[in-house]
């Protein structure tokens, strides 16, 4: 099946700085990724909708100037956490679907912890 | 009202069993219908997807959807002790059903 590559799988970062997490959908183009967000024992909950070549499309709630999403190719979106804090820690996903119709499958997920 | 609902559990039952798990959703235009199974710290895994009314099998789970119901569940017969997740309900959402609505997820655990 269809492999999405997420890195890195664990970030410790300081308050204040910024990471980048990066999705690759390997076998396929993907069009649009989507971002997750998901604390513990809760469930996953959507954050942005990354189109390629334009600008994502945020969920209520998010602040995009501060969960920056850049889609530059068909197979790479990269979410960068802007001026991180303690509160920004959390499980990150990201997942894309091989064509209009696939099935979206999961990267493996960044867990980001800010100190 | 929540998008998506289940109940969050735990449900425990024993090897062998067959274990049920229920999902309610409100937005009664959604057309798919996903169940994922989430190990603790692991991303997501799709077990199943269903977009017409009735049964779908595939091995040991069955999905069921009943759109007037509103309603999805999910049977897994003969339940190991390595089926103990998290599972996860996800109803699409968009013209395409292009992103997701994901409900609380269940707990399962199978006791040996």
């Known amino acids: 099946g269809a492999v999405v590559s997420q890195h890195p799988s664990r970030v410790i970062c300081k308050s204040g700085t910024s990471v980048k997490i990066e999705c690759r959908s390997l076998d396929f183009q993907a069009t649009t990724m989507f971002w997750y967000r998901q604390f513990p024992k809760q469930s996953l909950m959507l954050m942005a909708t990354?189109?390629?070549?334009?600008?994502?499309?945020?969920e209520q709630g998010v602040e995009k100037d501060k969960f920056l999403i850049n889609h530059a190719s068909l197979t790479l979106s990269t979410l960068t956490v802007t001026s991180a804090h303690p509160e920004d820690s959390s499980f990150y996903i990201c997942s894309a679907r091989d064509g209009r119709w696939g099935n979206p499958f999961f990267g493996s997920g960044t867990q980001l912890s800010v100190l | 009202q929540k998008e998506v609902e289940q109940n969050s559990g735990p449900l425990s039952v024993p090897e062998g069993a067959i274990a049920s798990l229920n999902c309610t959703y409100s937005?009664?235009?959604?057309?798919?219908f996903f169940w994922y199974r989430q190990y603790s710290g692991k991303s997501p895994e799709l077990i199943m997807f269903i977009y017409s009314n009735g049964d779908k099998e595939d091995g040991r789970f069955t999905a069921q959807l009943n759109k007037a119901s509103q309603y999805v569940s999910l049977l897994i017969r003969d339940s190991q002790p390595s089926d103990s997740a998290t599972y996860l309900c996800?109803?699409?959402?968009?013209?395409?059903?292009?992103?997701?609505?994901f409900g609380p997820g269940t707990r399962l655990s199978v006791l040996p």
């Open positions: 990354s189109n390629e070549g334009s600008k994502a499309t945020y």
């Open positions: 996800a109803v699409g959402r968009g013209n395409y059903g292009q992103n997701f609505v």
């Open positions: 937005d009664r235009g959604s057309q798919s």
